[in-house]
């Protein structure tokens, strides 16, 4: 392959900062740019798993750091930069991956009926305010306040790229989970917000919009832990999946590096679907 296309997805010696380093999809994301040469500032609320990572990504040759930091922590976040550009260099790569679902903000139920649900089911008018809020907070405000911490370098610099992490459900509302579809959403819009707002400074923004992944967390929610069989709502995932299976953490990577590299370097304010085609199938 002519080298002069190999040397657009160059990454190597770079700085990237990954909010939800220790988790299932952004440490794979981790990983595959530590083994690229990248170096990387692994982020996480539990310094435990931040550490983890970075110490694999360190055991097979790549250069990475652990931080602590809680993306709702504005004060923390702006420690954490510092640290981060102390010890690796100020970050010009951004992956805001921090996130995640909570269960008071969730209807268990998919319709609402005019007759009352039985005294276990949760519907729309049991949902809890606090736990609302807290999910949108965590995926909205968690990716803005990233933002705000790490951006300022890089418009300083006049170059960055940063990929903010979506969700299926901001194409189109999954069921019951209410707050976080909304969540989503707002981070897809924010995504194509900051686009034009960064495009005279030389900083790039894109997102991935991740469909079903086999995460511990959807593990839980979509096999049976006694039989290992789907779920019914996972059996409706895989049907309205054409390529008829989940996604693997290594699937999201192909497209992390062209949004992340000078691959894409006229590419700003994209959604990018990861999902088997799940948001092209309708019957």
């Not at 440490?27 to 982020?43: E, F, N, R, T």
């Not at 909205?140 to 170059?159: D, E």
């Not at 400074?201 to 894109?206: C, I, L, W």
Request: glycine fraction near 10%; charged fraction near 20%; aromatic fraction near 8%.
């Amino acid at each position: 392959m002519n080298e002069a296309i190999l040397q657009r997805f160059e990454l190597r010696d770079r700085t990237v900062a990954i909010t939800g380093g220790g988790g299932a999809l952004c440490g794979a994301m981790a990983d595959a740019l530590g083994a690229m040469g990248v170096k990387v500032a692994v982020l996480d609320i539990s310094l435990e798993k931040a550490e983890q990572r970075a110490q694999a990504i360190t055991r097979a040759g790549g250069t990475a750091r652990a931080f602590a930091c809680d993306v709702l922590d504005a004060a923390q976040l702006r420690q954490c930069r510092d640290a981060v550009a102390a010890a690796l260099g100020p970050p010009e790569l951004l992956i805001n991956g921090a996130g995640g679902n909570d269960p008071r903000g969730s209807t268990s139920v998919e319709f609402e009926e005019r007759s009352r649900p039985e005294a276990a089911a949760q519907s729309f008018f049991d949902l809890d305010p606090a736990g609302f809020r807290q999910v949108f907070e965590l995926n909205f405000m968690g990716t803005f306040l990233s933002t705000q911490a790490f951006a300022q370098s890089m418009v300083a610099q006049g170059r960055g790229s940063i990929v903010n992490i979506s969700s299926m459900s901001a194409f189109m509302p999954l069921t019951k989970v209410a707050a976080y579809s909304a969540a989503k959403a707002a981070v897809s819009n924010f995504t194509q917000w900051l686009a034009v707002h960064f495009s005279h400074a030389g900083v790039r923004v894109n997102a991935l919009a991740p469909g079903f992944f086999m995460t511990e967390q959807l593990r839980f929610l979509h096999i049976d832990a006694k039989t290992g069989e789907l779920l019914p709502r996972a059996r409706q995932v895989i049907a309205h999946t054409p390529m008829g299976r989940y996604g693997e953490p290594d699937d999201l990577i192909g497209a992390l590096l062209w949004l992340l590299s000078d691959a894409s370097s006229f590419v700003t304010g994209v959604v990018v679907p990861v999902d088997g085609g799940f948001s092209s199938y309708s019957i």
